[in-house]
């Protein structure tokens, strides 16, 4: 039935397989085409159709086939590589958040939301003393965690970034995973995480002890 | 000397790159001169090598030898690198990186690590040495030092640095108490990287005076020179990445030295986004700065916003003027408006500093002939290898004149004479061959007199000079006794043979013998010790390129004049190199451009200064003006180069230029005065915009303009008086800063400490206690006395970089001032 026509094209010097359908001839005059508008109107075919929306109707009706996720009281789950509002985690075995405040997600950020400050504190530490991101900036792109050492800043769900005020949502707090919610604290899956073969790819430097 | 320069010129082959260099210059400077890269972790350019890292590894003519040590020859050809120096490198970089903190994402040096640099430079991505860790403690050394032993690598640029540059000294090593090296490693790796790691395992750098505090003047330079994070300023640890910072290019504001420096700015913090400096760097291989560089920053203006109804107040001020009071902590285009304001509107300029160092140049302007000295700083430190100062206390007025009295010690195998009444322990100390003679207070006349009665050419000098000068030499014959070696002959029979020798024999013998001594009058007139011409004959061996250095307390003296005179003279017939260093950062400058006058009553404009209506850059006045890191414009420097200096911060308020502008006098910009500077006083007709402020890899400055020494109207010559002795009597003070602090603008710095207070020798402070009070003008002044470890004697400093119009009012004309302590 196919007919295979190669087409040259003179401006491409590749060769294109096209495939012609068998669609019969098109009536030319008046009779032949009444004839075609009358047959397709009162075929059948129509309420075959129309019987299937209204099964379906049924189904969802009275059988529980709703498919309708009732946002905002409902949320469809989203793949954990999803770059939404970011988190900030913790440590597990201490709570102490892992930021160390080296500064390279200030650096990397192409659109220059990122801001910290950072002090040397009582215990002789680096301290990030201040940390925010500008939602009305960020494009969400994902260098931040994926140029973070500590895996400390990594990407989150939370992708409704409308709010009354920014500031909601802008401060290292609350972006930090909450004390108590430590143990239900997630590794981000998505940019910046731990390749599959780190521990492998990693050449060891030897001690004395 | 000069003529040296183009004399010893060698060639020789860097990786076949034909190279021209100085004789004796080291292999190390001659590549990085010709661009060709060498690595080196511990050489410091203007300092001795340290010999510490051993990296800088190259082959000259078939021999290893250290680039950073070894003199260029000619003919030479030397290798950078080949397989075994490679391997030598790798393994010195992995020996540095054993047990070195991984925490590079919190270091202060964020990526400008030398450490980090090297080790990515030569491929080391694996370890293969080990050895166990020594636990190291963090410290902080002074109010600015803090130092992080687990980060240093022992390159010892820190003690170099303090030692050969600033004379502090203040730095060593100390045990590092590591344990010690496997023995079998010697057979198995490079043998430098094996001798290196010996030397690193066993220290650690420490303060030298074993108290855990430096005690030093708080410069700051090692915290510059440190390739790693290991030593930082307490200030500045751990608020900022190098990276954030936008480097300006400008001139340190607060003495005459006028350093190229860097200010280091971002925003103050999320909530306030404006402009804040966080450091000063500099190129630290060309010029070294002082604490007040480095830390005395934050000078400026913040608080001035365009206030309308106090600049229609200022209008009036000006229309009203009779005089202008200022001081030289200004651009050369503010002194140039301030000059035009005398010539349009005859209103009288008075700047106490600077007057009385145009006073002092004209008159050794009208002696010589020439409106500049000969002298150059930068040239004296790399050639001058005898030096003089007089006249200036070396340790507080200009620190980079210390570091050159240091330098010529430490580089140029130097010795050095210091004259001052103030003795000074760390000048004693800067070198074997220094000698501090603490004399009595205005002997600076005999001093010059002495330098000529001993190196002048005598057929130069005038012959009322000569006579003068050989009035005071009397000859006597003084008996001596010596001991020589006399010849013996004896007669030996031998035990053997039986045969009789006669042999000569050296005895020593002990004669008396007359010898002439020519003893001159002229040097007890300055206290001279006893041995005092011997010390300087010995000073003398081997010397070949004199310096001179004279300061601030030749301009505030009762003989100023004379002394500018005798200074004509010591240039014009002696083979010494004078260099002057004024008082103020651009007091050359304000002595230059304009024409000063004496005390002046009226109605008076105080710019940084008292006045009836104030003009002020510390934010206090009635009108505000921009501090000078906030403001474009040039300095006059002691090194004679007009130098530009940048706004490294924001200014919202009006400028000088701005009242000109109303009065009809103005410019669109300030900087359109740069090329308005006077070119018959030596000044260029040059844009601002087109004058540089960098440093080249070779070391050459490429910063601002010479000043063109001006030829004066010489009508007779002029024969220096003969010198006068006033002595004081009671307590004296010396109108001297302490160190770092030079003006209003250092004493509002934060991270700047020393207070305004009485500085004393530690044994006058056993006299005087704690505070001590005295009057200037009928005001009552009550100070701390503070022991300045390093003074000795009796005279007392009063500092003038606060209440300077009361400070310079009482001081007058001389620096020595008797002074009524009372005990309070």
């Given at each position: 039935m196919h007919?295979e026509?190669?087409?040259?094209?003179?401006?491409?010097?590749e060769k294109q397989?096209?495939v012609?359908?068998e669609?019969g001839s098109?009536?030319?005059?008046g009779?032949?085409?009444?004839?075609?508008?009358?047959?397709?109107?009162v075929n059948g075919?129509?309420?075959v159709g129309?019987?299937i929306?209204?099964k379906e109707?049924?189904k969802t009706?009275?059988?529980?086939?709703?498919?309708?996720?009732?946002?905002?009281?409902?949320?469809?789950p989203?793949?954990?590589?999803?770059?939404?509002?970011?988190?900030?985690l913790?440590?597990?075995?201490s709570?102490h958040y892992?930021?160390?405040g080296?500064?390279?997600?200030?650096?990397i950020?192409i659109?220059n939301?990122?801001?910290?400050e950072t002090?040397?504190d009582?215990?002789?530490r680096?301290?990030?003393?201040?940390?925010?991101?500008?939602?009305?900036r960020c494009?969400?792109c994902?260098?931040?965690a994926e140029?973070?050492?500590?895996l400390?800043i990594v990407?989150?769900g939370?992708?409704?970034?409308?709010s009354?005020?920014?500031?909601s949502?802008s401060?290292?707090?609350?972006?930090l995973t909450p004390?108590?919610?430590?143990?239900q604290q997630?590794e981000?899956?998505?940019?910046g995480s731990?390749?599959?073969?780190a521990?492998?790819?990693?050449?060891?430097?030897?001690?004395a002890? | 000397?000069g003529?040296?320069?183009n004399?010893?010129k060698?060639t020789?082959?860097i990786d076949g790159?034909?190279?021209?260099?100085?004789e004796?210059?080291?292999?190390?400077?001659v590549?990085?001169a010709?661009?060709i890269f060498?690595?080196?972790?511990?050489?410091?350019t203007?300092?001795s090598?340290?010999?510490a890292?051993?990296i800088?590894?190259?082959e000259a003519d078939?021999?290893?030898?250290?680039?950073?040590n070894?003199?260029?020859?000619?003919?030479?050809?030397?290798t950078?690198?080949?397989?075994e120096i490679l391997?030598?490198?790798?393994a010195?970089m992995?020996v540095?990186?054993?047990?070195?903190?991984?925490?590079?994402?919190?270091?202060d040096?964020s990526?400008?690590?030398e450490l980090?640099?090297?080790?990515?430079?030569l491929g080391?991505d694996s370890?293969?040495?080990?050895?166990a860790d020594?636990?190291?403690e963090?410290?902080?050394?002074?109010?600015?030092?803090h130092?992080?032993?687990?980060?240093?690598i022992?390159?010892e640029r820190?003690?170099t640095?303090?030692?050969?540059?600033?004379?502090?000294?203040a730095?060593?090593?100390?045990?590092?108490?590591g344990?010690?090296l496997?023995k079998e490693l010697?057979?198995?790796?490079p043998?430098d990287?094996?001798a290196?790691?010996?030397?690193?395992?066993?220290?650690?750098?420490a303060?030298s005076?074993?108290t855990?505090?430096?005690?030093?003047?708080d410069?700051g330079?090692c915290?510059?020179?440190?390739?790693?994070?290991a030593?930082v300023?307490?200030?500045?640890?751990?608020?900022?990445?190098a990276w954030?910072l936008k480097?300006t290019?400008?001139t340190c504001?607060?003495?005459?030295?006028?350093?190229?420096i860097?200010?280091?700015t971002?925003?103050s913090?999320?909530?306030?986004r404006?402009?804040k400096?966080y450091?000063?760097?500099?190129?630290?291989?060309y010029?070294?700065?002082c604490?007040?560089?480095?830390?005395?920053y934050?000078f400026?203006?913040?608080t001035?916003v365009k206030n309308?109804?106090?600049f229609?107040?200022?209008?009036e001020?000006?229309k009203a003027?009779?005089?202008?009071?200022?001081n030289?902590?200004i651009?050369?285009?503010?002194?140039?408006?301030l000059?035009?304001l005398?010539e349009?509107?005859?209103?009288?300029?008075i700047?106490?500093?600077?007057k009385a160092f145009?006073e002092?140049?004209?008159?050794?302007?009208?002696?010589?002939?020439?409106?500049?000295w000969?002298g150059?700083?930068k040239?004296?430190?790399?050639?001058?290898?005898?030096?003089?100062?007089?006249g200036s206390?070396l340790?507080n007025d200009?620190p980079n004149?210390r570091y050159?009295f240091n330098?010529?010690q430490?580089?140029n195998?130097?010795?050095g004479?210091?004259?001052?009444?103030?003795g000074?322990?760390?000048?004693?100390g800067l070198?074997?061959?220094?000698?501090?003679?603490?004399?009595n207070?205005n002997?600076?006349?005999?001093?010059l007199?002495?330098?000529?009665d001993k190196?002048a050419d005598?057929?130069?000098l005038?012959?009322?000079i000569?006579?003068y000068?050989?009035?005071?030499h009397?000859?006597?014959t003084k008996t001596v006794?010596?001991?020589?070696m006399?010849?013996?002959?004896e007669?030996?029979?031998?035990e053997?043979s039986g045969e009789?020798?006669e042999v000569?024999?050296?005895v020593?013998?002990?004669?008396?013998k007359?010898i002439e001594?020519?003893?001159?009058?002229?040097?007890e007139?300055?206290?001279a010790?006893?041995d005092?011409?011997?010390i300087v004959?010995k000073?003398?061996a081997?010397?070949?390129?004199?310096?001179l250095?004279?300061?601030?307390?030749?301009?505030?003296?009762?003989q100023?004049?004379?002394l500018?005179?005798?200074?004509?003279l010591?240039?014009?017939?002696?083979e010494?190199?004078?260099a002057?260093?004024p008082?103020?950062?651009n007091?050359?400058?304000?002595?230059?451009?304009?024409d000063l006058?004496?005390?002046?009553?009226?109605?008076?404009?105080g710019?940084?200064?008292?006045?009836?209506?104030r003009?002020s850059?510390l934010g206090d006045g009635?009108?505000?003006?921009?501090?000078?890191?906030?403001?474009?414009g040039?300095?006059?420097?002691?090194?004679?180069?007009?130098v530009p200096?940048n706004a490294?911060l924001?200014?919202d308020g009006y400028?000088l230029?701005?009242?000109?502008?109303?009065l009809g006098?103005?410019e669109r910009?300030?900087?359109?005065?740069?090329?308005?500077l006077?070119?018959?006083?030596?000044?260029?007709a040059?844009?601002?915009?087109s004058?540089?402020?960098r440093?080249?890899?070779?070391?050459?400055?490429?910063?601002?303009?010479?000043l063109?020494?001006q030829k004066?109207?010489n009508?007779a010559s002029?024969?220096?008086?003969k010198?006068t002795?006033n002595?004081?009597?009671?307590?004296i003070?010396?109108?001297?800063?302490?160190?770092?602090?030079f003006n209003e603008?250092?004493?509002?710095a934060?991270?700047?400490f020393?207070?305004f207070?009485?500085?004393?020798?530690?044994a006058?402070?056993?006299?005087?206690?704690?505070?001590?009070a005295?009057d200037?003008?009928?005001?009552?002044?009550?100070?701390?006395v503070v022991?300045?470890e390093?003074?000795?004697g009796?005279i007392v400093k009063l500092?003038?970089?606060?209440?300077?119009?009361?400070?310079?009012a009482?001081?007058?004309?001389n620096?020595?001032?008797?002074?009524?302590?009372?005990?309070?």
């Amino acid at each position: 039935m196919h007919e295979e026509i190669i087409h040259t094209d003179s401006t491409s010097k590749e060769k294109q397989n096209y495939v012609m359908l068998e669609l019969g001839s098109t009536p030319a005059y008046g009779w032949p085409a009444f004839k075609q508008v009358v047959k397709r109107t009162v075929n059948g075919e129509l309420f075959v159709g129309l019987w299937i929306t209204l099964k379906e109707m049924g189904k969802t009706l009275f059988k529980g086939g709703k498919h309708t996720t009732m946002y905002p009281f409902e949320k469809m789950p989203i793949s954990p590589r999803y770059r939404a509002i970011h988190n900030m985690l913790r440590l597990l075995e201490s709570g102490h958040y892992r930021c160390i405040g080296c500064g390279l997600c200030e650096k990397i950020c192409i659109s220059n939301c990122i801001a910290m400050e950072t002090r040397y504190d009582e215990n002789q530490r680096k301290e990030v003393s201040e940390y925010t991101i500008n939602f009305g900036r960020c494009i969400y792109c994902g260098y931040c965690a994926e140029v973070c050492p500590e895996l400390a800043i990594v990407h989150g769900g939370r992708y409704e970034t409308a709010s009354e005020q920014r500031a909601s949502f802008s401060l290292f707090d609350d972006m930090l995973t909450p004390i108590d919610m430590l143990k239900q604290q997630q590794e981000f899956a998505g940019f910046g995480s731990v390749t599959p073969n780190a521990d492998a790819a990693i050449k060891k430097t030897p001690l004395a002890y | 000397m000069g003529d040296m320069m183009n004399d010893n010129k060698i060639t020789l082959k860097i990786d076949g790159k034909t190279c021209q260099a100085q004789e004796g210059e080291y292999i190390l400077n001659v590549a990085r001169a010709n661009g060709i890269f060498i690595p080196a972790i511990c050489y410091l350019t203007r300092c001795s090598p340290t010999l510490a890292c051993r990296i800088c590894l190259v082959e000259a003519d078939g021999k290893r030898v250290y680039s950073c040590n070894t003199k260029a020859k000619d003919g030479m050809e030397v290798t950078v690198s080949n397989q075994e120096i490679l391997e030598e490198r790798r393994a010195i970089m992995e020996v540095y990186d054993v047990n070195h903190p991984l925490q590079c994402g919190v270091c202060d040096q964020s990526g400008s690590c030398e450490l980090q640099n090297y080790t990515l430079e030569l491929g080391v991505d694996s370890q293969s040495y080990t050895i166990a860790d020594t636990a190291r403690e963090t410290a902080n050394w002074s109010s600015v030092l803090h130092y992080d032993p687990a980060l240093c690598i022992v390159c010892e640029r820190c003690v170099t640095v303090c030692k050969d540059m600033m004379g502090d000294n203040a730095l060593g090593t100390t045990p590092r108490g590591g344990s010690e090296l496997n023995k079998e490693l010697k057979d198995t790796m490079p043998k430098d990287a094996y001798a290196m790691w010996n030397k690193l395992q066993k220290s650690v750098i420490a303060p030298s005076n074993d108290t855990g505090s430096t005690n030093c003047s708080d410069c700051g330079e090692c915290i510059a020179v440190c390739p790693t994070g290991a030593l930082v300023s307490r200030d500045f640890e751990y608020t900022s990445n190098a990276w954030e910072l936008k480097r300006t290019p400008a001139t340190c504001a607060h003495c005459s030295s006028g350093c190229q420096i860097y200010y280091e700015t971002k925003p103050s913090s999320i909530s306030d986004r404006s402009e804040k400096i966080y450091r000063v760097t500099n190129e630290w291989n060309y010029v070294s700065l002082c604490g007040a560089g480095r830390f005395g920053y934050d000078f400026e203006n913040r608080t001035a916003v365009k206030n309308e109804e106090a600049f229609a107040n200022a209008i009036e001020a000006f229309k009203a003027a009779k005089v202008i009071r200022f001081n030289s902590v200004i651009t050369n285009e503010e002194a140039l408006m301030l000059q035009t304001l005398k010539e349009k509107l005859g209103i009288k300029l008075i700047n106490p500093d600077a007057k009385a160092f145009q006073e002092f140049l004209s008159a050794y302007g009208l002696a010589s002939g020439k409106t500049l000295w000969n002298g150059d700083y930068k040239e004296m430190m790399q050639t001058s290898d005898f030096i003089i100062s007089v006249g200036s206390s070396l340790r507080n007025d200009n620190p980079n004149v210390r570091y050159v009295f240091n330098n010529i010690q430490k580089m140029n195998k130097g010795a050095g004479l210091y004259f001052h009444p103030v003795g000074d322990s760390l000048i004693a100390g800067l070198g074997k061959n220094v000698a501090c003679i603490e004399h009595n207070v205005n002997r600076e006349e005999a001093i010059l007199y002495w330098i000529l009665d001993k190196f002048a050419d005598r057929d130069k000098l005038p012959a009322e000079i000569s006579e003068y000068l050989a009035s005071f030499h009397t000859k006597t014959t003084k008996t001596v006794s010596e001991t020589v070696m006399e010849d013996v002959k004896e007669t030996v029979v031998d035990e053997t043979s039986g045969e009789s020798k006669e042999v000569v024999k050296k005895v020593p013998k002990t004669i008396q013998k007359e010898i002439e001594v020519d003893s001159s009058t002229l040097l007890e007139a300055f206290d001279a010790p006893v041995d005092f011409a011997d010390i300087v004959e010995k000073f003398l061996a081997k010397k070949e390129s004199f310096a001179l250095v004279v300061g601030e307390d030749m301009y505030f003296h009762p003989q100023a004049d004379n002394l500018a005179n005798l200074l004509a003279l010591i240039e014009s017939t002696t083979e010494f190199k004078v260099a002057i260093v004024p008082p103020k950062t651009n007091s050359l400058g304000v002595a230059l451009i304009c024409d000063l006058d004496d005390d002046a009553d009226g109605y008076t404009i105080g710019y940084n200064e008292a006045g009836d209506f104030r003009l002020s850059a510390l934010g206090d006045g009635d009108l505000d003006m921009p501090a000078l890191n906030q403001q474009e414009g040039t300095l006059t420097n002691m090194h004679k180069k007009v130098v530009p200096t940048n706004a490294a911060l924001s200014y919202d308020g009006y400028e000088l230029n701005d009242i000109m502008n109303a009065l009809g006098l103005g410019e669109r910009l300030t900087i359109d005065w740069t090329k308005e500077l006077p070119v018959k006083k030596g000044f260029k007709a040059v844009e601002f915009d087109s004058l540089p402020n960098r440093y080249t890899n070779d070391g050459a400055e490429h910063r601002g303009y010479m000043l063109e020494s001006q030829k004066t109207k010489n009508t007779a010559s002029i024969i220096p008086a003969k010198f006068t002795v006033n002595d004081m009597s009671g307590d004296i003070a010396y109108r001297c800063n302490p160190q770092r602090q030079f003006n209003e603008f250092t004493a509002k710095a934060h991270q700047i400490f020393e207070p305004f207070a009485l500085y004393v020798s530690p044994a006058k402070a056993e006299i005087l206690g704690q505070k001590v009070a005295f009057d200037i003008n009928g005001k009552e002044f009550v100070l701390d006395v503070v022991i300045d470890e390093k003074m000795s004697g009796e005279i007392v400093k009063l500092p003038d970089f606060k209440h300077s119009s009361e400070i310079y009012a009482f001081f007058g004309k001389n620096r020595f001032k008797p002074i009524t302590l009372r005990k309070v």
